[in-house]
């Protein structure tokens, strides 16, 4: 990515990854990412971000068009992760004197990530850092958005305020660097449901902590976003930023009970099996989402599913079982689930099987590992089910609904 000047002070020194295809070895991506780092040059000279490590020469070579790598006074690490921290000891041999900016979280990690001693300079709400005649950067503590240490950076002088991975997108724009460029199909069809999987598979298992950092920026004045994937933000702020709260605030429905059932099956039985649970379910008054789980999920499936499962009472899996184990498919979900709160919500797990069923119980043991409140007996099927054999699942669905009204 050629270094773009964002204002007379301020400079896009990031790089793209347009062929990543999987981000950290968790999220598939469809229009790989990119790796934003910003300059502000003045009186002092601030850079914000650095890229991840495999990207430094490029990154140099962008710097050092626009200022001497060792007039650099300040580098603000906004988050530990090495896809933003990644270059800093590289960085720092070409500018020994810059002082490292990080929040207060951020000292163990970055001193665990690189195991040599830095000097920091440590910052909170309360700091504002002087960088010029009337000009100072400020400093917004958002733990979890999405790691502990993670801050923001406010430029009240330029309204400008660089957000590190909230708001961002893994998204390489087609041309330019904002998100106005884009034509109306490029913003909605390709990088909004990117913004939105963005959030459902990194953000929303913090929700709480997405509301305490909106509430801190809400009544700052801001022209720019600047997060540290995807597109700059400079058309309607207020509504990005919007869509974080409003898809933290997304709960139950508090008068009925949500369930959804995910399944991946391998001849039919097991999806015979989660439409009639769904069937009984529905008739119980209960609302329900149903999915089948595809050997290849794509990322907006997932985030879909994701969605659902988050504002759900209960989650209920199914698979056919292979020898001892269960579908990929369904151990590949179970993975992602990493990054979703079910701490609390009921579970349950169905499925056929042939002679062994064993593997299923793979599925409650994830589960309890995730802290989900399992109902006791699993409802599994000899190969196929017939009209006998589905009775069984008024019981399986007793215990569910007995387990979401806290029993
Ligand atoms: Fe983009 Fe959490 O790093």
């Known amino acids: 990515m050629p270094v773009i000047k964002i204002s007379d002070n301020v400079y896009s020194v990031g790089v793209r990854h347009p062929d990543l295809k999987v981000f950290d070895l968790l999220m598939p991506l469809a229009y790989g990412t990119t790796y934003n780092s910003f300059l502000i040059k003045g009186e002092k000279n601030v850079l914000i971000d ?36 990644g270059s800093l000891l590289s960085l720092l041999k070409f500018a020994p004197a810059a002082r490292i900016i990080i929040s207060k979280t ?13 000097d920091f300079i440590k910052v909170d709400d309360s700091t504002e850092i002087k960088i010029g ?80 950092a909106y509430n801190k920026i809400k009544d700052l004045e ?41 399944y991946s099956s391998m001849y039919g039985s097991t999806m015979k099996m989660a439409y009639h649970i769904e069937s009984l379910l529905k008739n119980r008054g209960v609302k329900t989402f149903t999915a089948e789980i595809p050997f290849a999920m794509s990322e907006s499936q997932m985030s879909e599913v994701i969605k659902e499962i988050s504002t759900s009472d209960a989650v209920l899996f199914g698979s056919s079982t292979v020898c001892a184990t269960v579908l990929k498919p369904i151990w590949d979900f179970l993975f992602f689930l990493a990054t979703v709160e079910l701490k609390g919500k009921s579970a349950g797990v169905f499925g056929s099987f042939g002679w062994d ?51």
């Open 357 to 407: 069923p064993q593997g299923l119980k793979i599925i409650e043991l994830v589960l309890t590992n995730y802290k989900m409140k399992l109902i006791k007996d699993m409802y599994k099927i000899k190969f196929v089910p017939s009209e006998d054999k589905l009775l069984a699942s008024e019981t399986f669905v007793d215990e569910l609904i007995a387990s979401m009204n806290g029993a």
């Open 106 to 118: 951020a000292e163990n990690f970055l001193a665990n990530s690189f195991n040599i001693k830095l």
């Open 50 to 85: 650095t890229v991840k490590l495999k990207f430094f020469d490029e990154f140099f070579q962008n710097l050092k068009e626009v200022i001497e790598p060792s007039k650099i006074d300040y580098i603000v690490i906004q988050h530990n992760e090495l896809d933003h921290a």
């Open 222 to 262: 801001i022209d720019l976003l600047l997060p540290a994937h995807g597109p700059i933000i400079n058309s309607d702020i207020a509504r990005h930023i919007k869509y974080y709260t409003d898809w933290s605030f997304s709960a139950p429905d508090p008068g009925l009970k949500k369930v959804t059932i995910v």
């Open 133 to 212: 005649e009337n000009r100072s950067l400020k400093f917004v503590s958002a733990p979890f958005l999405h790691w502990p240490d993670t801050m923001f950076t406010y430029f009240k002088e330029e309204k400008m305020l660089f957000t590190c991975d909230a708001f961002g997108a893994h998204y390489c724009p087609k041309n330019g660097i904002y998100s106005a460029e884009m034509s109306k199909e490029e913003y909605e069809n390709d990088y909004f449901r990117q913004f939105k999987v963005y959030y459902e598979i990194i953000m929303r298992l913090y929700s709480t902590k997405v509301v305490a």
